[in-house]
């Protein structure tokens, strides 16, 4: 603010802070007089500059959305999947004026960005395009040529995944063992190809083993998955003979600690340990122990009919070594006092 010559205050970009009473005081050897003004600043609507950029490709990409307003407008923006963006995430971040930042933009960030601005007075809400730059296809995230083996089962539906992207939207389709070749959207007997690529085949019969390809393309280059397909004659979940929790004393006079899971199942089952935060399969080695080697010992099971769980409970473990092991069962020694 300034006062001129002849005593009017002058102030300068008037915001909720300016607003109070000010008061004018004359006064000479006469006497003084004083006059009071009260000042009442009304609150102003947000306005977006409209030199924001409507599409945007370049990387990183910056995202400005500069807003006037009283009281000063708070900036939120709006994802294309209609999500509020935090002020800083593993993608985005959100500077202090108002500028949202894309860290690494792939062809599921593309889409419109919306920047609201608001405040007690309304709000205004620019719209901004994001496109991803051009991109060779990718099938399963992964470019170039890739390979699969699927466990299939007779009688039942077998799903082989075929998830491409690229930019231009690449041309997809699969060739089976047969020699045909078949494009999304397709449906023709047990065979249905999804729009996002996937092949679905159902009623899988002994026959229908062998080597499917799903092909992506378009002109700047392409990916292809080999998928060897086995079927199953019939299939059983996974299952334990003995109970399926079992509660482990420990001897202090030395001896072997033995740790059996066996599982029964059709194909057989693939078995893996995870004790604390440790996952191993077929032999364990501890190396060393201590006392935070205690407490559950899980053995899981798993084939493509599903997976079954073994629980060990079990207090300190004064383990030495291991002697030996199988797949599904590990040995321990603990020395002798």
């Given amino acids: 603010m300034s006062l001129l010559q002849n005593g009017t205050l002058r102030i300068h970009s008037a915001n909720f802070s300016s607003k109070g009473d000010y008061k004018c005081i004359a006064s000479n050897a006469a006497g003084a007089d004083t006059v009071t003004y009260q000042l009442h600043v009304a609150a102003l609507p947000p306005s977006i500059s409209e030199e924001v950029q409507d599409t945007v490709i370049i990387q990183p990409v910056k995202l400005s959305c500069q807003a006037t307003g009283e009281p000063k407008p708070r900036i939120t923006w709006i994802s ?43 709000d205004d ?95 700047l280059g392409e990916a292809s998955l080999s998928v060897e397909m086995e079927v199953a004659s019939l299939a059983e979940k996974p299952s334990f003979a003995s109970p399926n929790i079992e509660i482990l004393p420990i001897k202090q006079d030395g001896g072997e600690l033995i740790l059996e899971c066996p599982a029964r199942g059709t194909p057989i089952p693939e078995i893996s340990w995870r004790i604390t935060h440790h996952f191993g399969n077929g032999t364990l080695w501890i190396n060393q122990p201590t006392p935070s080697d205690k407490g559950i010992y899980r053995c899981l099971a798993r084939n493509i009919a599903g997976q079954a769980e073994k629980h060990f409970k079990s207090t300190y473990l004064q383990v030495y070594r291991v002697l030996k092991g199988t797949w599904g069962t590990f040995f321990f020694s603990i020395p002798s006092q």
């Avoid at 860290?103 to 960030?109: G, N």
């Avoid at 047990?190 to 083993?209: C, P």
């Fill in 125 to 219: 809400i620019k719209n901004m395009i994001v496109e991803a730059e051009l991109q060779e296809p990718y099938i399963n995230g992964v470019r170039g040529k890739t390979t699969a083996k699927l466990l299939a089962v007779s009688y039942q539906t077998a799903l082989l995944d075929c998830r491409v992207e690229g930019k231009p939207e690449p041309k997809v389709w699969w060739l089976t063992p047969y020699g045909h070749s078949l494009t999304p959207p397709y449906l023709g007997g047990r065979f249905q190809v999804h729009q996002n690529g996937s092949l679905e085949l159902r009623g899988v019969r002994k026959t229908d083993a062998g080597r499917y390809k799903c092909f992506a393309k378009n002109h």
């Fill in 80 to 122: 294309p999947h209609t999500d509020v963006i935090p002020p800083l995430s593993d993608k985005y971040r959100v500077v202090d004026d108002g500028t949202l930042i894309l860290k690494k933009v792939t062809l599921a960030d593309e889409g419109k960005y919306a920047c609201v601005a608001r405040n007690s007075a309304g």
